[in-house]
């Protein structure tokens, strides 16, 4: 248990559904992160959120939207994905972003898009 | 670039032997590292870091990693693996610059281990 919890575990949506993920820390950390682990890719980094307020968004395509209500939440919106999507998608959380800080991960969300 | 590097991909070894993962980082990077591991169907779990101070950083279950600046290296090491150690492994380490920092991750090393 690291204080990062991710729901659902995993997801199978048709390319026309819309889903969300959802992400949950009460670790009163102020960055929380969204991250794709494809088989046999690195990490990529989606986005970042510092104090609420998105500061990095890495070329994700429109069909993933992230939002971020609070500091202990946030989401990501999913819709008219393509099977390329599926991948264990990791959320993530840290005090700041940088510096002496570790970031706590989530068990992650595995994404099967048919 | 600014990247960190594990140059393998997996690494197979037998119980009870010693074992190192390499991890090398750019010089453009922080010297802010990080070791995760990630059992299978899991997230990523902090194994060490290296912040400053001693190059030699002990963590979780019997791993260690060392700092080298000059080899802008930090290998991870273990002098006894156990099956269970049998995980992908994951070296980080903050990236400064742009909109925001980046906790930015090599591509992974598998380590398998045999009975």
């Known amino acids: 248990e690291t204080g990062v919890t991710q729901t659902p575990r995993h997801l199978v949506m048709g390319m026309t559904n819309k889903k969300s993920l959802k992400c949950e820390q009460h670790l009163g950390h102020n960055a929380m992160y969204w991250y794709k682990q494809s088989a046999k890719k690195p990490l990529e980094l989606m986005f970042v959120y510092s104090l609420e307020e998105r500061v990095e968004n890495n070329s994700v395509p429109s069909r993933f939207s992230p939002e971020c209500p609070n500091s202990s939440h946030l989401f990501l919106h999913l819709h008219t994905l393509q099977p390329e999507d599926s991948a264990l998608y990791l959320c993530a959380s840290s005090q700041a972003t940088g510096g002496h800080t570790e970031a706590f991960f989530g068990q992650g969300t595995r994404l099967t898009v048919v | 670039a600014q990247s960190v590097t594990q140059l393998d991909s997996q690494v197979p070894v037998f119980e009870e032997a010693p074992v190192e993962l390499r991890c090398n980082y750019s010089s453009s990077v922080s010297v802010y590292l990080f070791w995760y591991v990630q059992y299978p169907n899991q997230g990523l779990q902090l194994l060490l870091k290296?912040?400053?101070?001693?190059?030699l950083v002990k963590g979780i279950n019997g791993f260690e990693a060392e700092f080298n600046k000059s080899q802008t290296s930090f290998h991870l090491r273990k002098p006894s693996v156990h099956i269970s150690d049998t995980a992908e492994y994951f070296c980080?380490?903050?990236?400064?610059?742009?909109?925001?920092?980046?906790?930015?991750f090599g591509t992974g090393t598998l380590l398998a281990v045999q009975p």
């Open positions: 290296y912040l400053s101070g001693s190059t």
């Open positions: 980080a380490a903050w990236n400064y610059g742009g909109a925001t920092n980046k906790l930015i």
